[in-house]
């Protein structure tokens, strides 16, 4: 007697017997139709995206899959009204460390690791933390993180609006390529189809809010991640690439949350998100 046969004489059985119940063997690769399965094109539901949930006052921490043609992964995004808190530029040369060593540290919220770096660790683009510059600025290409003269937050596109050497930033950190250019639109980026690696962003939302990205798994290609983004639900204005790979990583702690993804290598920059001088709220 064949399989399916055997399965089929097993469930008249039960029904007869013990009222009506599933068949529980089945050919291998053999469709249970009594269950849909996705439809095709869709990304099934993930258990693990629960939508956003706040950590602080002004401050939600959310895990959701992004998709690109194929190729789909998890991504673990922080996101914070930027007038609320601090963001600045830490950089130590002499000193690097793993995100988690930053994070120990420092102690902020939150830290994500910063732009590219040589096997000395200097950087490879501009840097200004409190006033000190280091490097030389990109030219046509990449984006930079700023703070302004005001304490402003600000994602420029160094394509659209180009380092100005007259200008007085209390912080910024420069980086590349940008995914999404300000405006929302998707940039353009060289095909780059065989480099899967782990992945760090830092964006703004239409909102104006900052979202600091990481995907701790090599899911996704740069042309992937950016379309990615852009199709997604969080509404990007613009996003800029950091230095990924060995040096991804991201930590925040609340009372209510935390995150613990730890780059694989020491690295001497980073940003870090800080309550405002002498304030401190759940």
Known sequence: MNHLLLCRVLAL??????GPSACVFQRRGAVDEGRAGPTPGSIPPDASDQGWQQVHHAMELRTLRLRAGATEGEVTVVRFDPAAYQLRVKYDVQHPGTVREWFEALQPLAVINGGYFDAQGRPTALVIFD??????????FGGMVVINAQGQFEL??????PFDENEALQQAMQSAPMLIQPGGQLAAIE???????RRSVIARDRAGRTLLIVSRSPTFTLRELAQALHTSDLELDAALNLDGGRSTGLYLRTERASVAI????RVPLVLVVEEPTGQARP
Do not use: A, H, K, P
């Not at 059985?13 to 013990?18: E, T």
């Not at 095909?191 to 690696?197: A, E, L, N, Q």
């Not at 730890?262 to 290598?265: A, G, N, V």
């Open 191 to 197: 095909d780059d189809d065989v480099d899967r690696s």
């Open 131 to 140: 006033g000190i510059r280091r490097g030389v600025s990109y030219e046509g």
């Open 262 to 265: 730890d780059s694989y290598d």
């Open 156 to 161: 420029r596109s160094l394509s659209q609006q």
């Open 13 to 18: 059985l039960s029904v007869l017997l013990l």
